[in-house]
């Protein structure tokens, strides 16, 4: 015989508060749960840094958040995006969608927009024909390469067409981006580089069991920084 969730006179019983309980719980989980998944896809998103491509600006171990509404958003099977508050400018850092392994996200930065021209002379960027000052730039290797039409320290001008963008990585000789592989489609983009929440360097020399030791791998001076 089935029992009754209510008790004498219309009172819950300790069984029934406990389902109600439990349910109020899932039903909690599941609304943070799709808030978060609507922030993470149309809000804000974490990535990891995993190259040295980015150096200085950015480290191996950087954390961060990437804004994916400033650019809009692109629609499957369409082409453009839409609700944009801007486009992406010269100096954006962005993480987009590798051309080449559509499974991989990489982050350079915005070096020409569409319509502008761009040239390399002996690791100088020159656009629209000037050369350009780049405090952010650095070069692992002295040396250039010559000889060829194309190489990482001398490109042919170029102009960016519609709705692609040129980008490179900070750390010029130990970068793979637009001048090896061209550009890249504006409908790749998911978003702009904002800000470093969090940074470790695994690279120092502590053991797994020294726990009292973890705090020396963060690089808190890093923790906030805005990238620019």
Do not use: C
Request: avoid cysteine; aromatic fraction near 12%; charge should be positive.
């Amino acid at each position: 015989m089935r029992k009754n969730a209510a008790g004498p006179a219309g009172k819950t019983t300790p069984e029934a508060k406990g389902r109600g309980k439990i349910r109020e719980y899932a039903e909690a989980f599941a609304v943070a749960l799709l808030i978060a998944l609507l922030v993470r896809t149309f809000v804000v998103q974490a990535f990891k840094i995993p190259s040295g491509s980015m150096e200085k600006t950015l480290l191996v171990g950087d954390h961060i958040f990437v804004n994916k509404f400033l650019y809009g958003y692109h629609l499957p099977l369409t082409k453009g995006r839409v609700l944009g508050y801007s486009k992406p400018v010269k100096g954006d850092i962005i993480v987009f969608v590798f051309p080449e392994d559509p499974g991989k996200d990489f982050i350079k930065r915005v070096i020409a927009v569409p319509g502008d021209t761009v040239e390399i002379r002996q690791k100088r960027v020159l656009l629209n024909g000037t050369p350009i000052e780049e405090k952010y730039s650095r070069f692992a290797d002295g040396n250039t390469i010559d000889g060829f039409v194309r190489t990482r320290d001398n490109m042919e001008k170029i102009t960016v067409p519609p709705g692609k963008y040129f980008v490179m990585g900070d750390n010029r000789d130990r970068s793979y981006d637009s001048r090896f592989w061209g550009f890249v489609d504006e409908d790749a983009i998911l978003g702009k580089a904002m800000v470093i929440y969090f940074s470790i360097d695994w690279s120092l020399e502590v053991r797994w069991y020294e726990v009292w030791r973890y705090p020396e791998l963060v690089r808190w001076d890093r923790v906030g920084d805005v990238l620019r």
